[in-house]
């Protein structure tokens, strides 16, 4: 597999750690983010102040969480990886999953790169 730009390395460590200060780290001040389910994006957030309450939500949701990368191609400051996703609900959410429910799935991450840090973001799944 290619070896992962730095800021990205660090960003998904950070992830799997849920050290959301880590994270944003590893982000530009105007960092663009869309999650796209089922073809819909479903969430999207603009700078980091924004990102950083999404990153929080998140982070709570999940007693475990992890990706793991199986591919990836960087050409001119875009990365493409694709990933592995699991992780275990921490409580109850609206979308249906229950605490302690095993989420298991593949997707895929796009990130652009600006001055040494992560500017964009699109995880698909």
Known sequence: MAELPTPIESYIAA???I????????LADDVHFQNIAEGKVNAETRGKPEFATLARAG???FAA??????HAITVAGRTIVE???TATVAADLP???KAGQKLAFRGAS???LSDGLIS??????
């Open 110 to 112: 796009y990130f652009e």
């Open 19 to 26: 050290d959301v200060d880590a994270m944003l780290a590893c």
């Open 95 to 97: 979308n249906g999953w």
């Open 120 to 125: 964009r973001i699109i995880d698909e799944s």
């Open 65 to 70: 969480r992890r990706q793991t990368v199986t």
């Open 83 to 85: 990933i592995d996703y």
């Open 59 to 61: 982070a709570a949701a």
């Open 15 to 17: 992830y799997n750690a």
